[in-house]
């Protein structure tokens, strides 16, 4: 008899769960991810008990036809990318067609959408059951998707027991909804937790309104001593806001980086910044930062790690010494008393 089977699809998907879903954090990201690829304007977020409870994400955006329901819960199923040549190129934060199907497999998943403007019926699927067949029924819903994701990790007990506290749960949560209203000033926000509302940002479109955004997510202190950059050197440009030395922090605890839109840590990026505070900080302070660097995506590989965390630059010494020198310029040009502060 043969040793060998076939994994059900129900497995390959809750093991590849593994890589992307962490925690309730890591639904949000991938749930709003996909809002925001589906171009919506407003973005909704409910969550009950950190997150572990309830997750609910309702959008604007274009939806999804009752046909394509099943499949926008199947693995390596996607609208975004066709062939390899779209991936050198991938405008969207998500295409490898996988977080819907691992998120369903590791809770019970609702998706209800309505992709016709005109109407006020949509429809259902819920994804609970154990080979992921997925029943769609009819269900009321304006233009746009809404996403409910209950009890996570309610039949992968390993997985559950890695959870922290309510709070610490909600707090990385919270991080990843502040990364992604810092990333999409023209989409609006808001993030409830049990009931509770915690943020409410409206759509930023002038520059006061989006610092007003940065300040109500990195507070108020950031703002008032950050300076804000623009470097374009093309390809390459670099802006946002770099806190003053003055503005140090005792943990890398307000540090956000985005390449072309997408959240990144990367190491090279670190160093860069590191150096350029390098003389004006001191020793075991850390700098505080919102910046965003914009290239060629063909010049960038987005697809080094599942979660998209990281990047691989093409030609990453000349990204390295246009960051540092960016920085080190506005850095140097800053005395004290100076009025180029943010606001100015
Ligand atoms: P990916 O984002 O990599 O394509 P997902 O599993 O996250 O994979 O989503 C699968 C597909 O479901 C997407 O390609 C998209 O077509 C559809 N989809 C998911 N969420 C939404 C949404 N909020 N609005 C519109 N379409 C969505
Ligand atoms: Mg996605």
Redesign the pocket.
Known sequence: MSKIHRLSTRLANQIAAGEVVERPASVVK?VLE??V??GATRIEVDVEAGGTKLIRVR?D????AADDLPL?LARH????ITSLEDLESVGSL????????SIGSVSRLTLT?NDQSQSSEGNSALCEGRDMEVQVKPAPHPRG?T?EVRDLFFNTPARRKFLRTEKTEFNHLEEVVKRLALSRFDVGFSLRHNGRSIHNLKPALTQAECQHRVASVCGPAFMEQAIHIDHDRPPLRLWGWVGLPTFSRSQADLQYFFVNGRVIRDKLVAHAVKQAYRDVLYHGRHPAFVLYLELDPAQVDVNVHPTKHEVRFRDGRSVHNFIFSSLHRALADVRPGQDSLAGG
């Open positions: 991938e996909n809002s690829d589906a959008d955006g274009m939806g999804i926008a199923a996607t609208s975004k998500g295409f490898r067609g996988e977080a819907l199907a959408s998707t996403v």
